[in-house]
């Protein structure tokens, strides 16, 4: 005996932050026999947070800007997301971890897989190393690439010796 299985609504952290009247109504399921219908690109409305931790902008133009400015614009919450797969060393892909547990345990309250994903964490670590068309931030990458391989081949040497 055979079921098929049909997803009615997904459940997603973007979705929970749009406002009722910003909802789009859920596409009727295709049947069996028709083919799926193509993806349709999202409209481009923002998304508005609502945390109530997120500061208010300052009417005072002496106020400190919230951003660095030596850094990028972040990608835009509605950005098709793409995956990657690469091999990295074990202790690395374990710090990615830990780094987003302790983001999580940072809060002070209960933050899920949901709320704070590891793949975000990773996005910001790349999104902080800058942009390529940033002289300053193309040198930093360079001489970090430099500093890690000089770094794993010294420890490997000294593995060797031993």
């Known amino acids: 005996m055979t079921s098929a299985l049909t997803i009615k609504r997904l ?20 049947s069996p ?6 993806p349709q690109q999202r409209a481009a409305t923002p998304v508005v947070p609502r945390l109530s931790s997120i500061a ?5 133009d002496t106020a400190a ?37 302790a983001l999580r345990a940072r809060s002070g309250e209960r933050l899920s897989q949901k709320s704070l994903p590891e793949q975000e964490i ?3 670590l790349i999104w902080a ?4 068309d940033d002289p300053e931030a193309v040198d930093r990458l360079a001489a ?13 040497a000294q ?3 031993s």
Do not use: M, W
């Open 159 to 161: 593995a060797l010796r």
């Open 56 to 60: 208010t902008e300052s009417s005072d």
């Open 11 to 30: 459940d997603s952290p973007l979705s929970r932050n749009t406002r009722p009247d910003q909802q789009q109504a859920e596409p009727e399921p295709a």
């Open 129 to 132: 190393a800058g942009s390529a």
């Open 65 to 101: 800007p919230a951003t660095r400015p030596s850094l990028p614009d972040p990608p835009a919450l509605e950005e098709t997301l793409e995956l990657i797969s690469s091999r990295l060393p074990s202790s690395l892909r374990r710090s990615l971890s830990e780094l987003t547990a």
């Open 122 to 124: 990773l996005a910001v």
């Open 33 to 38: 026999t028709t083919p799926p219908a193509k």
């Open 144 to 156: 970090n690439l430099n500093d890690y391989r000089a770094r794993r081949y010294a420890a490997a």
